[in-house]
């Protein structure tokens, strides 16, 4: 027998109870790595290359109020620029769909193509969009997830707009952030609303990262004081800004995973207390026979740390393999893409159960470790 | 020779709220190597608290306490607990063995604060086992055993790290008769045989026959002492 062997037998003495305590720990910390997960998609800015190039230039009054179409002139004039295309959210609806899981945004396709480089599609696919403005170009994933073939039609009904949309679909794309969008010629919104002045946003390049900052400025300056003041961003910038308008369902989601981690320890507490009380004679004798004080305090945390860590394997690493193996998107109507365990949350659920273990150990621990050897033979007598 | 126990003017009080119970009032007692002693007297006589003081499991309020001319009143709770592992053998009347692990490894358990080989720990063990007639029981849990022989692992593991001084708490009052008996020739032979000093408590005046010598204990006083011819 071994030290190690003694803990093992001692923390699987009652099977049932050892294997409800990990499984508590599991499914707490399962669903904690899920709100984080949900959480992390919410809220994920983008990370490519491209995105720290990219910039955005909306009204400063708000996203909803359009840009009149004469800035371009003064936008492509700008030093620094590179590239930069009308950007507008249509926002229709696909096949009378109550949610539609993919946006649309009305686009200038030559101009898009040099402002979204790391959209790849075909070369014969891009002309023909570029050629036809009853065309539209389709993400891949939208493509996979309606089982769509190029050729086919695209119909959306307009909620924003009081319009619909009536499309071919030419060509797919693929390598962004967010291959689920569809794009769009922007003449083809204008001649439907019949408002060929007016934009939702503008997308630009800048040249390099070292000029993005100067050119967000310039910008703003540019249109100070005008009709139509903007507000220009860095693409992580704005996409940030959405990210805000989901703070009090991050302050919700913090709320409960919060809630869970405590729940949590006072669950292990009360089982490792529980299991430690019913076992202060055999401490006892434990003692008597030389073990000292932080020798059993050792093995009850080795204990607990145990019982805690098996929670976690089982409940974070279950997570992450069945977030990996599962259809997140299809599962989630689209509303999820990566829906992906990171390795700081796997970290952050390890950390946890092994304050939790800790946590769990330390009160009946510190019992044992104060009850002398007589008081100890006399619990159970 | 020098007594192994030298017990002086010791007094044991507890507290108990406002109240003070005095469990032993000035003792004084010897000792000798390989004697076999019994304590009795009624419950409530200090008998067991005499002997927890013996096996440093204890403390008294006043007086002084000597093991193998320790004063174990000033050790630590570390060096205590060493000096029990090393020196004192524990037999108790419920066996208080552990119930997942088997005979050998209930034995096995003081053996582990030591620095043995596990084959030095198995011959050990073995030889133990083997001293109270349950080597073929050393893979059996304590709950496959019968009271005598959950008993008889106890005794082992109280001899397996070779203590000089065997302290036993009433170790048939859960015993049926022969079992009994089994367990008190055991005792004897440690102390006629093995050179072990082995200190008992017990109520029952047959059991008591066994040792060497009898103290009587009544309201924390020594009454009387019989001494039994060799």
């Not at chain 1, 996203?63 to 590239?83: D, S, Y």
């Not at chain 1, 050629?131 to 170009?137: A, E, N």
């Not at chain 1, 092994?354 to 621990?365: E, N, Q, R, T």
């Amino acid at each position: 027998m071994t030290t190690a062997s003694f803990i093992l037998r001692n923390t699987l003495r009652n099977k049932r109870r050892a294997m409800l305590s990990a499984l508590s720990v599991a499914v707490s910390l399962f669903l904690f790595i899920t709100l984080q997960v949900t959480l992390r998609e919410l809220t994920i800015p983008p990370e490519d290359i491209g995105a720290s190039l990219r910039i955005a230039v909306r009204n400063k009054v708000s996203l909803a109020q359009p840009l009149p179409f004469r800035q371009l002139q003064k936008i492509e004039k700008i030093p620094g620029v590179e590239a930069v295309t009308p950007f507008t959210y249509f926002g229709g609806l696909y096949r009378d769909e109550a949610f539609t899981p993919f946006a649309q945004f009305a686009v200038d396709p030559i101009r898009f193509t040099n402002v979204f480089l790391e959209a790849k599609t075909s070369k014969v696919q891009m002309q023909a969009w570029i050629k036809d403005r009853g065309t539209c170009l389709v993400g891949v994933d939208t493509m996979k997830r309606y089982d769509l073939k190029v050729g086919e039609k695209m119909l959306l009904s307009g909620t924003f707009y009081p319009v619909d949309l009536d499309m071919k679909i030419v060509g797919t794309y693929e390598g962004t952030l967010d291959d689920r969008n569809v794009f769009f010629h922007h003449k083809y919104l204008d001649e439907l609303t019949d408002d060929p002045g007016t934009v939702g946003t503008w997308w630009l390049r800048a040249g390099s990262a070292e000029v993005a900052p100067k050119v967000v400025s310039t910008l703003n300056e540019t249109f100070a004081n005008t009709s139509a003041e903007v507000r220009a961003e860095s693409e992580r910038a704005f996409q940030m800004g959405f990210v805000s308008m989901w703070g009090n369902i991050k302050m919700l989601i913090d709320s409960i995973c919060t809630a869970i981690v405590f729940t949590l320890l006072l669950v292990t507490v009360s089982t490792m207390s529980m299991a430690i009380r019913e076992r202060f004679r055999e401490l006892a004798i434990l003692k008597a026979i030389g073990y000292r004080r932080h020798e059993l305090l050792a093995f009850i945390l080795a204990e607990s740390l145990f019982l805690s860590l098996l929670g976690a394997l089982i409940g974070a690493g279950g997570a992450a393999w069945l977030f990996s193996v599962v259809d997140i998107q299809k599962l989630s109507g689209g509303m999820f893409i990566f829906f992906e365990v990171t390795t700081k949350m796997l970290g952050t659920a390890f950390l946890i159960s092994i304050v939790l273990g800790v946590l769990a150990g330390i009160a009946p621990g510190w019992s044992v470790c104060r009850m002398s050897v007589v008081d100890g033979l006399k619990t159970l007598d | 020779m020098k007594p192994i126990v030298e017990i002086r003017n010791l007094s044991k009080v507890y507290n108990q709220g406002e109240i003070q119970v005095t469990a032993l009032d000035n003792i004084h007692l010897d000792i000798e190597c390989s004697d076999f002693l019994t304590l009795m007297g009624p419950s409530g006589s200090g008998k067991s608290t005499l002997l927890h003081i013996i096996a440093g499991i204890d403390h008294q309020s006043s007086g002084s306490c000597k093991v193998q001319d320790l004063d174990l009143s000033a050790l630590s709770e570390s060096a205590l607990a060493d000096w029990r592992n090393q020196n004192v053998g524990f037999i108790f009347q419920s066996f208080n063995l552990i119930p997942v692990l088997t005979g050998f490894e209930n034995v096995e358990l003081p053996l582990l604060l030591t620095r043995l080989s596990k084959k030095e720990r198995k011959r050990l063990v073995d030889t133990a086992l083997e001293l109270v007639g349950l080597e073929d029981r050393s893979h059996h849990l304590p709950k496959q055993l019968s009271g005598g022989q959950e008993q008889r692992v106890a005794i082992a593991r109280a001899l397996v790290t070779d203590p000089a001084l065997v302290v036993a708490d009433e170790p048939t009052g859960n015993l049926d008769a022969e079992s009994a008996q089994q367990v008190l020739e055991i005792l004897q032979s440690l102390s006629n045989d093995a050179g072990k000093t082995v200190i008992m408590v017990t109520h029952d005046p047959k059991a008591a026959a066994f040792g060497k010598r009898s103290i009587h204990l009544e309201k924390g006083r020594f009454e009387k002492e019989d001494v039994r011819a060799s």
